[in-house]
């Protein structure tokens, strides 16, 4: 079955530690986003990818990056986790082919990140 | 002032039951597209149901369906049938018309929705 896949389903990492979490789509979707959700909150776009365009949401820390290396995976890459980016991950393909206002958001399982 | 209101933070129903979930939004864009998606304890968020603003039938998807009520800018979810495993957190988004290089979702707070035996 196509699907959103992310890996490590649980990650913990050290406060300042370096950490990256991947997804990959097996959807051939061409727009790749990602996610932020804390506790009981709706999740918070972080950026997304558009073909190999990037476009970072205005008010994402500069601690957050991504790569987008081909089509079928994109990285999170937090460079110096804190505390209060202990969140769940969340990544997600759309397919713009699709007609504009129905094009769906498909997500991958998430990843939980602990910071100690 | 907030594009998706869900103004139910928990819900309870008993099985085989139907519930709704409220979901209220705020545009001024005549082309929009509402979703709901389910969000079991494991943190997956999985797509249930679209409806377009043009759209002149409410949504279904089996157990679920859209009532939409345009003018009082309305989208709530009915599950029929509730089942012990529709027990998730349920989030309303939006998507406003195309502005940019992809559009995006707006989400409401979510209903967090228990079903009983």
């Known amino acids: 079955d196509a699907m959103v896949i992310q890996n490590p389903r649980y990650q913990v990492t050290q406060f300042g530690k370096p950490v990256t979490l991947s997804c990959s789509q097996t959807?051939?979707?061409?727009?790749m986003y990602w996610y932020q959700q804390k506790s009981s909150q709706a999740p918070k776009l972080l950026f997304h990818y558009y073909d190999k365009d990037f476009n970072n949401e205005a008010d994402t820390p500069d601690n957050f990056q991504s790569r987008r290396p081909n089509t079928s995976f994109c990285f999170l890459d937090i460079r110096s986790p804190g505390l209060g980016d202990a969140a769940m991950y969340l990544c997600?393909?759309?397919?713009?082919?699709?007609?504009?206002?129905?094009?769906?958001?498909?997500f991958g399982p998430g990843t939980r990140l602990l910071v100690l | 002032a907030q594009k998706i209101t869900q103004t139910q933070p928990g819900m309870f129903v008993q099985e085989k039951e139907a519930v709704t979930l409220d979901c209220t939004y705020d545009t001024s864009d005549p082309s929009y597209g509402l979703f709901w998606y389910k969000q079991p304890s494991s943190g997956e968020m999985i797509f249930l149901i679209y409806?377009?603003?043009?759209?002149?039938q409410n949504a279904t998807e089996g157990r679920y369906s859209l009532n939409f009520q345009k003018a009082r800018k309305s989208a709530n979810l009915v599950i029929s049938a509730s089942q012990l495993g529709d027990s998730a957190m349920y989030f309303c988004?939006?998507?406003?018309?195309?502005?940019?290089?992809?559009?995006?979702?707006?989400f409401g707070t979510g209903t967090r929705l228990q079903v009983t035996l």
């Open positions: 959807l051939n979707h061409n727009v």
């Open positions: 409806q377009g603003s043009y759209d002149q």
């Open positions: 997600a393909t759309s397919a713009t082919d699709t007609t504009i206002l129905r094009e769906t958001q498909y």
């Open positions: 988004a939006m998507r406003e018309a195309y502005t940019g290089t992809a559009s995006k979702l707006t």
